[in-house]
């Protein structure tokens, strides 16, 4: 298995043997090669600056990559320049179960994607030592997804218990990444900009992991050291349209001219770069290479898709049923983020959503089988490093279900895909891959 990946693996029957299995076999590979691309260990060395002439490097690194970037700049350092411990500080904040052992820089696991205590006494950590940091020193900011909620720095008079029921409100409207992070932004002492202001004069690298579509600097773990071109009437009409409720001291943040974020031209960035490492797409190019190395033909729908997860699912069932119908034996593969709008209390994620509905849309039809994955390690779920990453299925899932008394629209309709595929023994559980380039679907579609 790649590194990077779990030593769960893929949670399959066992009792799944020919061609289906055989299917499946490619689904994992296909899976497990689009992680290991974006592993930092592959993704980070090469953009690592030296050291400065006579300063610090103050690393701050934030996300479900966190750590392992944070393991590989300490190696970096040691191995290429011998850096004093003296001349190397930070702090680093991932997701709850995404640490790693370190040498010099303290890691701290912290909620995602609610935020939580740890996360909030880190971040304010990191904007201390950004605050403290001089002219000749360089400010090595390390970003992946999750940074948002590992980053947790409420403005004003907000508390962390309203952000958490912002965040809470947020995910379960179905807004948009881009949605969610405007307006968190502005309810934020650290997104959007507001990092690279603390941390000025102060050179400021920024090197990301993007798992956003189309790769938005502003967007990844919403933009902390990057000009924020969203704005508090944007965040505004983003609460009202989604219906999520604000609190007073939420509601005078979005209110106060005061606190809007910084834009572009501002001096914050006179002395701030930010390079993007690992994207989406370049893991959706190892995904099509090897379904071709597989035999497969790969159509790539790209990298960036987003939409409801059973209206996307329900016209990629479409386009398997026709290439089955055509004769050709294909890899349907895309990314993106897609949303879930939650109506019903059952456990769940986009990946998983996006699978049972294609299950239901394809009805049984043989030869095509299906893996829908977070690269992240997680879908949805309550925030444990154990949550599954999505599902897998295939001609015999409704069969199986109906033996075993499931009801696969019912579970739709309750937004209860994990209990649906935990009975089937059909979640993908790589466990933490300490990456994170975003969504991965693989379709195959097989006569044979």
Known sequence: MAEGLGDKGMAHPAYLSGPVGARRAVLEAVFEAAVAAAHPRLCLPQHLPPPPANGRIILLAAGKAAASMTVVAEEFYESEYRLPRERMTGIAVTRHGYGQPTQRIEIVEAGHPVPDAAGLAATERALALAAGAHKEDLVLVLLSGGG??????????LTLAEKQAITRALLRSGASIDEINAVRKHLSRIKGGRLARCAAPATILTLAISDVPRDAPSTIASGPTVPDPTTLAEARAIVARRGVPLTASAAALLDD???????????????????IIARPADSIAIAARTARENGYEPIVLGADLEGEAREIAANHARQALALR????????????ELTVTLKGKGRGGPNQEYALALALALDGAAGICALAGDTDGTDGGGGAASDPAGAIIDETTLARACSLGLDPAASLADNDSTRFFEALGDLLLPGPTRTNVNDCRVILVDDR
């Open 257 to 275: 001219p005061a606190n809007e974020s910084p834009k572009a031209g501002d001096p914050a960035f006179a002395r701030s770069r930010f390079e």
């Open 325 to 336: 119908e055509a004769g050709r034996r294909a890899a349907i593969i895309s990314g993106g």
């Open 148 to 157: 948002s909620a590992n980053w947790i720095a409420p403005a004003g008079n």
